[in-house]
């Protein structure tokens, strides 16, 4: 896999290993939709996860040597998050379950801001509040969050290490 295509898809394809779903990853390359109409053509590097049930799901991921961003992370945890949730690969709609609120929903991708506090232990307590175990980071990181409440639980790729029920906190 290109190094790029690793940075972006490597996340979420670390939660579908930990949750079991199995896939194959082609590359191939695409018109970038960011060309104008008329004018010299570029290509977009992309992706297409294939999951056992033979369905595609196509995600961008950077041409050669262009930084991956955490919005092209979060493109490609949204896209397959649906996928997975859309296609039942699991039998159910609630993946990732949410661990605040089990059985009810799924947890959602989504940026967490930049210049956030969060706690110097990786996967917990991404949400902020004051306390003396607190950093500050400047880059935004792309998190699985609660539907509901919108509280971090871990970032993308991480999933393996949540507990399957966490009391809310």
């Known amino acids: 896999m290109r190094p790029e295509t690793a940075a972006v898809l490597g996340p979420v394809l670390r939660d579908w290993d930990s949750s079991g779903i ?3 990853v082609q590359e191939d390359w695409a018109p970038s939709p960011y060309d104008p109409p008329c004018g010299p053509r570029s290509a977009a590097a992309v992706a297409v996860v294939w ?4 369905c595609g799901t196509g995600v961008l991921t950077g041409a050669p040597g262009e ?3 955490a919005q092209m992370v979060l493109a490609a945890a949204d896209a397959l998050h ?6 039942r690969l699991l039998g159910t709609t609630t993946w990732p379950p949410c661990p605040l609120h089990p059985g009810t929903h799924p947890l959602t991708p989504r940026l967490h801001e930049p210049d956030r506090e969060q706690s110097r232990h990786p996967g917990r307590d991404l949400h902020p509040h004051p306390g003396p175990d607190r950093v500050r980071h400047p880059d935004p990181d792309v998190v699985w969050a609660c539907a509901r409440t919108g509280q971090a639980v871990c970032r993308v790729g991480e999933l393996g290490s949540v507990p399957a029920e966490r009391a809310p906190g």
Not at 51 to 54: F, L, N, P, Y
Not at 82 to 87: L, S
């Open 82 to 87: 649906d996928a997975v949730v859309e296609g």
């Open 67 to 69: 930084p991956v961003t």
């Open 22 to 24: 199995g896939y194959r």
């Open 51 to 54: 999951t056992a049930d033979g």
